[in-house]
């Protein structure tokens, strides 16, 4: 019997593509980080690793589907109408970056990436069966499966006709050898991703905008398909599938890391997700680009207004700027879509703006922490308000992170952790240099004793800087830059780029890294 | 064959046949006059055959402002001006809050449109006083539900005001039936730009378009769904029964201090089962905790607002085939576009 491989060394989602030899009706695990190559898993070992539904329904009773909708016609056949995996739980949804342009502009590589994100499963935490596929009679397939005896969702990706690969559990996401490979490149904390997680989803099927039937070629199966003619919106996408799913690993979590005696394995995984950027969400503007009015602007580009609001600090009052100006902008830097093979449309994405914002999972994460008594909302907003105006891609904040204690008790409800890790930096700033991230934590720190108190003032008076700098050109097109350098940053640090046509293409010059600061202006930082 | 008769929206059977006949007429009435202008595509079931091959659309949008969210406020700002002010609540969906101190104990939300009560005070004018007393458990008197010298309806009566109490059917000024037919029918409208290019995308057709506010969620979302059907050759007209309906309510996620499912906490209070006027979210008094108990995404249930972002509203377009030249309009004069 020949060896299952893939290419040697290769550490990305990609190597999945590179997968041979995987027998049909075996799993074979590939857990990249753990498992040099590929391998064949006995029945013994897929009954006692997978406790997920698609494997205790299907794949350990030998049953290799090749399409995703073979995989649900044959999950229905086993649970009938009734089960709470059945067809009456079944919800699908559409997205595509380039889902908004007309059929009769687009190139081959336009509407490449258009896929359906399909959800079975009914019950009050979120569905246990999740699938991701270009169509379901396309033997391209991606399960994300709730493994209810070992918590987390297990991954899994077809690997050609009737062959799967078992490519790790979302615990797999948190720890190394593990971490940050394989399928964790994109899902680096073990979640569910939609990173166009709020309204209006750009790039989605949503009541904002549809995806209709001629987003598909001509004579396209998938255009009559009733998961796409039956599909639901992203916003039912949003509230009933992804945020209940990543909710439910986050707790999963850490109950998993919180031990009996109260003892929290790895803490300062859990300070990794509030000081540094694993991942982004994706937020836009409500408003299309090529319409009339002004357009609001998405708050998370400018503060972490979800986090702070959590934890007793005051939200931005809602930033919007004028349609001339943002029209003129758009010229001043030759906004265009471009799809890299040879569509070009001058103009924005289909709702204006799109940058990146603090990932709900990170926030959730930090929620629940703060909840459990590991995290206090002093810490919490000390540690969110250095470099605030720079919510995402921190190396200021993210810096802080090497003073995260690395043992933690919990014992009702209450930790000294965060008590902990304040000393910690407090001790080590007095060694730093008078700007040092350090130095600004204890400032942080010392006024965060009253919440929201001075911070919030802080927070109001900038608040205040953005919104003159929304009055005139000059301001708006220096935010205009640093959205491309943060967008830039989303290309080359995360795994979450799958089509030239997710960002506008601009002239501003993308070598350039930019930075708030707290009087508004912006920046340049070396990289 | 034509529809014999509109029936009112929830399908209720409360009403006479003689009610029922004059509603349906009332409808009729209004279906010819927005039809009628050149260059919709729109019609009256009654008046005009419904072929059985026709398709039923179903439009949705979040019960939660469109306008309000678009303003970008702080979370807990935007669900305090919504529950706090009912003519906030203009996505034909309202809202009204019971709370014990500070905590949620109820939240109800009706879809019903005031129209029909209207009617009831011209045809059955017991009925609208019963239907008053029954929601709100109170001794209502007809001149309670009337205003000015001439005994008019008025939906925003003290009866059905409150942001706090008993809530009857919608008041806000846009959320009413009469608005919403006349939107379908203006929508059937095909519209051009400066630049002759087709207009579609919803916010910009509502501007060009005149057809309401385009930072609300239900006027873009109702104009697109039904000008995209007349761009593919079909005439509209709305699905008996003609209304607003809760649609889809998601509980999914919702954790309860007791593990019981949310979803169990939604009951109707109005309409048959596929036509939900209204309806209201509450836990058990034996559970021994409220709504206010419940978690969702990490916060817990503070306002009405919060669950109206997971609600759905919807109304039903019905499209025919039909063999008409697409002619597209400019967009009305002081739309910019």
């Known amino acids: 019997m020949a060896p299952v491989t893939a290419k040697a060394g290769d550490e990305t989602c990609m190597v999945f593509n590179t997968i041979k030899g995987a027998p049909q009706g075996r799993v074979v695990r590939f857990v990249v980080g753990e498992d040099k190559q590929p391998r064949e898993m006995t029945q013994a070992e897929t009954e006692a690793e997978l406790g997920d539904p698609f494997a205790t329904l299907l794949l350990n009773k030998g049953v290799f589907p090749s399409t995703a909708a073979e995989l649900l016609d044959a999950v229905d056949a086993r649970v009938g109408a009734n089960h709470p995996l059945g067809p009456s739980s079944h919800m699908s949804f559409v997205l595509g970056e380039g889902s908004q342009i007309p059929l009769a502009d687009a190139t081959p590589s336009t ?349 109001e008076a900038y608040y205040d800087a953005i919104a003159k700098k929304l009055k005139t050109q000059a301001g708006f097109d220096d935010f205009v830059r640093l959205a491309e350098s943060q967008r830039k940053r989303v290309r080359d640090q995360t795994r979450l780029v799958e089509s030239l046509l997710l960002f506008p293409t601009t002239d501003v010059d993308d070598d350039e890294r930019r930075a708030m600061k707290r009087d508004a202006t912006v920046v340049l930082v070396s990289a | 064959m034509p529809l014999k008769r509109f029936a009112v929206p929830g399908n209720l059977k409360e009403l006479s046949k003689e009610g029922l006949k004059a509603w349906s007429a009332r409808l009729s009435e209004l279906f010819d006059a927005v039809a009628e202008p050149p260059g919709r595509h729109f019609y009256n079931p009654t008046k005009s055959d419904t072929p059985p091959d026709a398709s039923v659309a179903a439009v949705t949008w979040p019960a939660a402002p469109g306008r309000l969210l678009s303003q970008r406020l702080a979370p807990e700002r935007r669900w305090e001006i919504a529950d706090g002010d009912r003519n906030q609540q203009d996505e034909y969906c309202e809202w009204s809050v019971l709370r014990d101190g500070n905590k949620v104990v109820r939240v109800t939300f009706t879809s019903e449109t005031p129209d029909y009560y209207d009617h009831l005070m011209d045809v059955d004018q017991k009925l609208l006083v019963d239907l008053y007393e029954s929601a709100t458990g109170q001794d209502v008197s007809l001149d309670d539900l009337r205003s000015g010298s001439h005994g008019i309806f008025e939906a925003a009566n003290a009866f059905n005001s409150r942001t706090d109490g008993p809530i009857v059917h919608l008041m806000q000024g846009s959320n009413n039936l009469r608005a919403a037919v006349i939107l379908a029918a203006e929508a059937t409208v095909l519209r051009k730009g400066k630049d002759g290019k087709s207009v579609s995308h919803p916010q910009t057709l509502v501007v060009c378009g005149g057809l309401g506010d385009e930072r609300r969620h239900s006027d873009p979302r109702i104009a697109a769904a039904v000008n995209n059907l007349v761009a593919k050759r079909f005439e509209i007209t709305l699905q008996d029964p003609p209304g607003l309906y809760l649609d889809r309510f998601v509980t999914t996620g919702m954790t309860t201090p007791d593990g019981t499912d949310a979803r169990t906490f939604w009951t109707v209070e109005r309409g048959d089962p596929g036509h939900v006027v209204r309806a209201r979210f509450a836990a058990p008094v034996a559970l021994g905790y409220a709504v206010g108990a419940i978690k969702l995404g990490g916060r817990r249930i503070v306002a009405g607002a919060q669950l109206a972002e997971r609600l759905s509203v919807r109304i039903e377009a019905v499209a025919r085939a039909a063999s008409f030249q697409p002619k597209r309009q400019p967009c009305v004069a002081g739309s910019g576009l």
């Open chain 1, 111 to 459: 509407n490449a990436g258009l896929r359906f994100l399909v959800s079975r499963g009914s019950g009050p935490k979120g569905p246990d069966l999740i699938i991701s596929t270009p169509g379901p009679d396309i033997a391209f397939v991606e399960v994300m499966a709730w493994d209810k005896k070992r918590k987390g969702f297990n991954y899994y990706r077809s690997a050609g006709p009737k062959r799967w690969a078992f490519a790790g559990n979302s615990r797999h996401a948190l720890t190394p050898p593990t971490k940050g490979k394989g399928p964790f490149e994109s899902h680096p904390s073990g979640n569910l991703i939609m990173k166009e997680l709020r309204l209006p989803w750009v790039h989605w099927h949503s009541f904002e905008v549809d995806i209709f039937e001629d987003a598909f070629p001509k004579g396209d199966s998938r255009r009559k398909h009733p998961w796409f003619t039956q599909k639901l919106g992203a916003e039912i996408c949003e509230t009933a599938v992804v945020m209940p799913s990543i909710t439910r690993w986050t707790e999963a979590r850490l109950n998993q890391v919180v031990a009996a005696n109260g003892t929290v394995t790895d803490p300062a995984r859990v300070v990794e997700q509030i000081v540094t950027t694993p991942t982004v969400n994706l937020a836009s503007s409500s408003r299309e680009s090529k319409g009339a009015g002004p357009l609001d602007l998405p708050p998370g580009f400018f503060v972490d207004f979800d986090g702070l609001s959590r934890i007793g600090l005051p939200g931005p009052p809602g930033f919007s700027v004028s349609r001339a100006i943002y029209a003129k902008s758009l010229k001043t830097f030759d906004f265009r879509l471009d799809d890299g093979d040879g569509f070009v449309q001058p103009g924005d994405t289909h709702f204006a703006f799109v940058v990146p914002e603090r990932a709900f999972e990170d926030t959730e994460t930090l929620a629940q922490a703060v909840d459990r008594g590991l995290i206090t909302r002093r810490l919490a907003a000390a540690l969110l308000m250095v470099d605030f105006p720079n919510p995402v891609f921190s190396a200021r904040r993210a810096s802080l992170l090497k003073h995260a204690p690395k043992t933690a008790t919990i014992k009702s409800g209450k930790s000294t952790y965060s008590d902990d890790m304040a000393n910690a930096i407090i001790a080590a700033a007095a060694a730093t240099p008078a700007n040092s991230p350090e130095k600004e934590f204890v400032d942080r720190w010392n006024k965060a004793a009253t919440l929201p108190g001075p911070l919030g003032d802080e927070l």
